[in-house]
């Protein structure tokens, strides 16, 4: 046993604790949780990225599980506690990600077909018909999209032999991530419970928004057995207790989909609170309230979270393609920049963009435009523009590209955002988050605690087994580390926001439609 004052704070060995999974797109993790919502111990485990055509990609669901329990036993080992500490386990995911495995053996029927993986595209424009993108729009809030999970199971169900007749006798068992870990912590061919929730059922676009339940006529269209599906549950309840392993007995509390947890750990609430993820791409998500709201900007309706048997809460999403990957290219492609922290210097070291916009519709335009014709332009240039200015213009990207999805929200919703909570790795970058509430109009806020996802996780766990009694408590335990505000004139920003979105109009039309 390590002295347990080694690891920072000095509560450890003491607890309570709860631990909340992680299961990523590239990794798995655990994080440990004390009452004050702050990290206790952490750890990582990297998993293979299998690319078996253009387009495709797959994860093996075994390794995966096998690095979830890795990934448990070495943050219990790393905050020197053992299983009686900890109160309750959550579960956080990559969303989408879609597995079929047997009931009776526990055995995946194929590698799981990852959210990014378009090879259902055929598929979902056959399933259009005459009516195209918005055919189960209106229960789902989802566009048909290679990125949902209902096409991804119909693709299995129609290209692995002999498998349609094995679910449609109930031997199969579908999940996304969430469902595929609590079904194996809980006793997997021993009686693991095959739920899934509200947040991670709402991106399969096979859930009813409205009833909460699976969709017959969507399951008859798509010719999906409804045997196969596991049981919705809310975000928040003990869905049943760890069996055997290192977690033994302990109870399984929470599940949402990784951006959701976002939400969550971050206390967005209140209707209008939003929070956006700056990564590789950027997930915008703001709490509408107890109604679903139907987009017409280019925004996906989902389930923001469920709290035991409260009613749902619902939110609007938009994603930006490129964010995060816009600087990687300036550094790697363009050699601009040695480090992604460079460009904030050499953005700082002029006063504007020099009149220079940047769109990075490198694979297209998302939210609110999607429009896949779109290739990324440089407008505005001139003699005087420098590589400087071009960072600026990098930077400001990010923040016209947020202003953007704010704007349909608020079209949307008829909620004007309240404030903008920020979260993931470039929230490091001090320029950007000032450009981000000039543009905005609105105060901008990072949290102390910057793995808002697990946080998520711990916190909806929590609430399930009275660890944390209410979500006051959660809000009071929420830390901010640092706020900007506005400091930029009206008549400058419209200014500045017309010359931006004439610089989107530019990038769209790029690529001729090829039949």
Same mark, same amino acid.
């Given at each position: 046993m390590t002295d347990p004052h080694t690891t920072g704070t000095s509560s450890h060995g003491h607890g309570p604790f709860i631990a909340a999974i992680d299961q990523g797109t590239t990794s798995s993790r655990c994080i440990v949780f004390d009452k004050d919502g702050r990290i206790v111990s952490v750890h990582q485990k990297e998993h293979e990225q299998i690319f078996p055509k253009p387009g495709w990609v797959e994860h093996n669901a075994v390794e995966i599980w096998t690095?979830?329990? #890795? +990934?448990?036993?070495?943050?219990?080992?790393?905050?020197?506690?053992? $299983?009686?500490?900890?109160?309750?386990?959550?579960?956080?995911?990559?969303?989408?990600?879609?597995?079929?495995?047997?009931?009776?053996?526990? %055995?995946?029927?194929?590698?799981?077909?990852?959210?990014?993986?378009?090879?259902?595209?055929?598929?979902?424009?056959?399933?259009? *018909?005459?009516?195209?993108?918005?055919?189960? *729009?209106? #229960?789902?809030?989802?566009?048909?999209?290679?990125?949902? $999970?209902?096409?991804?199971?119909?693709?299995?169900?129609?290209?692995?032999?002999?498998?349609?007749?094995?679910?449609?006798?109930?031997?199969?068992?579908?999940?996304?991530?969430?469902? =595929?870990?609590?079904?194996?912590?809980?006793?997997?061919? %021993?009686?693991?419970?095959?739920v899934t929730d509200v947040t991670n059922a709402s991106r399969t676009m096979l859930m009813n928004l409205y009833t909460m339940k699976w969709d017959d006529k969507i399951l008859a269209s798509m010719e999906i057995p409804a045997a196969v599906l596991p049981e919705i549950r809310s975000s928040s309840e003990v869905y049943?207790?760890?069996?055997?392993?290192?977690?033994?007995?302990?109870?399984?509390?929470?599940?949402?989909?990784?951006?959701?947890?976002?939400?969550?750990?971050?206390?967005?609430?209140?209707?209008? #609170?939003?929070?956006?993820?700056?990564?590789?791409?950027?997930?915008?998500?703001?709490?509408t309230g107890?109604?679903?709201?139907? $987009?017409?900007?280019?925004?996906?309706?989902?389930?923001?979270?469920?709290?035991g048997d409260q009613k749902a809460v619902y939110a609007l999403e938009g994603s930006i393609a490129v964010t995060g990957s816009l600087v990687q290219w300036m550094r790697d492609q363009m050699g601009l920049i040695n480090s992604a922290a460079e460009i904030e210097t050499l953005a700082l070291s002029v006063e504007d963009n020099g009149g220079a916009y940047f769109v990075p519709a490198f694979s297209g335009l998302f939210?609110?435009? =999607?429009?896949?014709?779109?290739?990324? +332009?440089?407008?505005?240039?001139?003699?005087?523009?420098?590589?400087?200015?071009?960072?600026?213009?990098?930077?400001?990207?990010?923040?016209?590209?947020? *202003? %953007?999805?704010?704007?349909?929200?608020?079209?949307?919703?008829?909620? %004007?955002?309240?404030?903008?909570?920020?979260?993931?790795g470039m929230t490091s970058n001090n320029l950007l988050m000032q450009t981000l509430s000039d543009f905005l109009d609105a105060p901008v806020v990072r949290p102390m605690v910057a793995e808002t996802t697990c946080l998520g996780a711990a916190y909806a766990a929590g609430l399930a087994v009275g660890f944390w009694p209410d979500t006051d408590a959660l809000r009071a335990n929420w830390r901010r580390a640092a706020e900007w505000t506005p400091r930029m004139d009206a008549e400058q920003r419209e200014r500045e926001y017309k010359n931006w979105l004439k610089a989107v109009e530019r990038s769209m039309g790029w690529l001729e439609e090829e039949e």
């Open positions: 690095n979830v329990q #890795e +990934v448990v036993a070495g943050a219990l080992d790393k905050a020197g506690i053992t $299983s009686a500490d900890v109160k309750a386990i959550g579960i956080t995911n990559q969303r989408e990600t879609t597995l079929l495995w047997d009931k009776k053996t526990g %055995e995946p029927v194929h590698n799981a077909i990852v959210w990014q993986d378009t090879r259902t595209d055929a598929l979902c424009k056959e399933l259009g *018909r005459n009516v195209g993108q918005d055919r189960f *729009r209106r #229960e789902t809030g989802l566009p048909l999209a290679s990125y949902f $999970s209902g096409p991804k199971v119909r693709w299995l169900l129609d290209n692995v032999e002999g498998l349609r007749e094995r679910a449609e006798r109930g031997e199969i068992l579908f999940g996304t991530m969430d469902s =595929w870990v609590i079904w194996n912590l809980t006793g997997g061919t %021993e009686g693991g419970v095959h049943g207790l760890a069996k055997g392993g290192i977690l033994d007995g302990i109870p399984v509390a929470s599940a949402l989909g990784d951006q959701q947890a976002a939400l969550f750990g971050q206390t967005c609430f209140a209707e209008g #609170e939003a929070k956006s993820t700056y990564g590789t791409g950027t997930f915008m998500l703001m709490n107890e109604t679903p709201v139907n $987009s017409y900007n280019g925004l996906l309706t989902t389930v923001g979270y469920r709290i939210a609110p435009y =999607w429009r896949s014709d779109a290739r990324g +332009v440089i407008a505005g240039l001139t003699r005087y523009v420098t590589k400087a200015h071009i960072a600026r213009a990098v930077l400001e990207a990010t923040a016209w590209q947020t *202003r %953007e999805i704010t704007d349909a929200m608020t079209k949307d919703s008829g909620v %004007e955002l309240t404030a903008l909570k920020v979260d993931g």
